[in-house]
């Protein structure tokens, strides 16, 4: 049955995605994060689903939809640099077998990146995104989420949908995920044009973040209690009623120190934080971010995709003795941070690159803020900007103890905000010109 529903699913999508580009570019959007083929046990079972929605997008807007194309400003050309200095670093790695496998998925991500403001340009679009963004990430820890609920959990146990040991289906990965979607959640709730605001509706997105949470808790990775902590700060920062958050968090905080909760498996996994100089974990990621800064020190410009397996590093015990691996194995201790990952494999004009990109972002979406603050009509915007703007820091935070730089989750965001950045330019020109409320965006844009 699964692998019919989600066969179904497909054929259904491609189906629609024969009638416009941004149609098609939401099905990619949904293979990208649900990755059926992988799920599925028969009929699409390994099939190239990627392939073939990204050739039906890109046919479709070739032929028909190329109209109104962004600027390519500073964003895409940062990002389009950084596309050539990923394959440039590939080609110089010394384990280029490695390199090249890594290239091809997250060379992949970057093309989409620069695509999705080019068929996600009006309001509609931009939010069918989204929707489809956190339907399909939904898709696979619903279940968790429930589970976590009902009881079970517990880190690297908590069965996934799909298994494995990659993208969602990695525990602390997911728990940042789920942490960058709760704002995405609160914008939708509160602003989108697709469903109905009524009380169904309102529950299903409570129920969404509910499950987010319980997910994150689920996992028992200590990285989803940093993005927990950055999601809560902003979201009291945002709130109006910050007397109210704060007496919350007190409140939560004080049931918390007067329960033991050293019995359960978060507990236990939350209780190593205060002993990382003694937790084998921890002390190994210190030890492989040691390593990368020595590395670029006399590799300044990295070492290519994968680079981790260079330090050699197995383990590193509880008293800092370290244990490598023996010489005709290539394998090593990973980064476990977007910082040091991109550090290691980009080198030094990688990093400046990868994080310009979002700085950049960061401050697009402040000018978008700045610009519609105070206009009734164009309130979503700002929102937009603002959930956009979370799920960035969120994931800055979450980020720095999980190798997810170059997952396509932090690049829906820089697409996106070229994309409403492109949108807000045309809004602001149609008010210019005066044209009517349909064209400038205020009511079906």
Not at 75 to 101: G, Q
Not at 416 to 423: C, E, Q, R, S
């Amino acid at each position: 049955m699964q692998s019919l529903y989600l066969t179904a699913v497909f054929f259904s999508l491609l189906f629609m995605g024969f009638s416009a580009a941004f149609a098609a570019a939401l099905g990619f959007v949904w293979v990208d994060v649900v990755k059926p083929q992988q799920l599925a046990y028969a009929i699409i079972s390994g099939w190239p689903l990627n392939l073939v929605a990204a050739l039906t997008m890109l046919g479709l807007y070739f032929v028909k939809d190329r109209k109104d194309p962004p600027r390519f400003g500073g964003l895409l050309w940062l990002l389009a640099l950084f596309t050539v200095w990923i394959t440039l670093t590939t080609m110089m790695s010394p384990i280029p077998e490695r390199a090249w496998l890594k290239w091809d998925w997250a060379f992949k991500v970057m093309l989409f990146a620069l695509f999705i403001p080019f068929v996600f340009r009006s309001r509609i679009q931009i939010e069918a995104f989204i929707l489809v963004f956190i339907f399909s990430a939904a898709t696979i820890f619903a279940s968790t989420g429930v589970k976590t609920l009902l009881g079970s959990g517990g880190y690297g146990v908590l069965a996934v949908m799909g298994g494995g040991n990659s993208g969602l289906a990695e525990g602390s990965t997911l728990a940042v995920v789920c942490a960058m979607l709760v704002p995405m959640v609160i914008y939708v709730m509160r602003h989108n044009l697709l469903f109905p605001k009524n009380l169904f509706t309102r529950c299903l997105f409570l129920g969404v973040i509910l499950t987010a949470m319980a997910t994150i808790i689920g996992t028992s990775a200590r990285t989803g209690i940093v993005a927990i902590g950055m999601l809560g700060l902003i979201l009291v920062l945002k709130s109006k009623k910050k007397l109210w958050w704060l007496a919350g968090i007190a409140l939560a905080g004080t049931i918390l120190m007067n329960i033991d909760l050293s019995a359960t498996p978060w507990g236990a996994r939350m209780s190593t934080i205060e002993s990382y100089n003694t937790d084998s974990s921890a002390l190994g990621r210190l030890k492989v971010w040691e390593w990368t800064v020595d590395y670029v020190g006399q590799h300044p410009t990295g070492g290519g995709f994968d680079a981790f397996v260079l330090n050699r590093i197995m383990n590193v015990t509880e008293d800092g003795i370290i244990h490598y691996y023996p010489e005709d194995r290539l394998a090593g201790k990973a980064f476990h941070s977007i910082y040091f990952e991109v550090l290691g494999e980009q080198g030094i004009p990688g990093f400046l690159i990868y994080f310009g990109i979002i700085l950049l972002v960061l401050a697009r979406l402040r000018a978008i803020r700045k610009t519609w603050r105070g206009h009734a009509g164009m309130a979503w915007m700002t929102a937009l900007a603002d959930a956009l703007t979370a799920s960035v820091l969120v994931f800055l935070a979450g980020g720095a103890f999980v190798g997810i730089a170059y997952q396509p989750f932090i690049f829906y965001m820089v697409g996106l905000t070229v994309a409403i950045d492109h949108h807000s330019a045309r809004v602001q020109k149609g008010l210019k010109h005066k044209l009517p409320s349909r064209e400038t965006g205020f009511v079906t844009s």
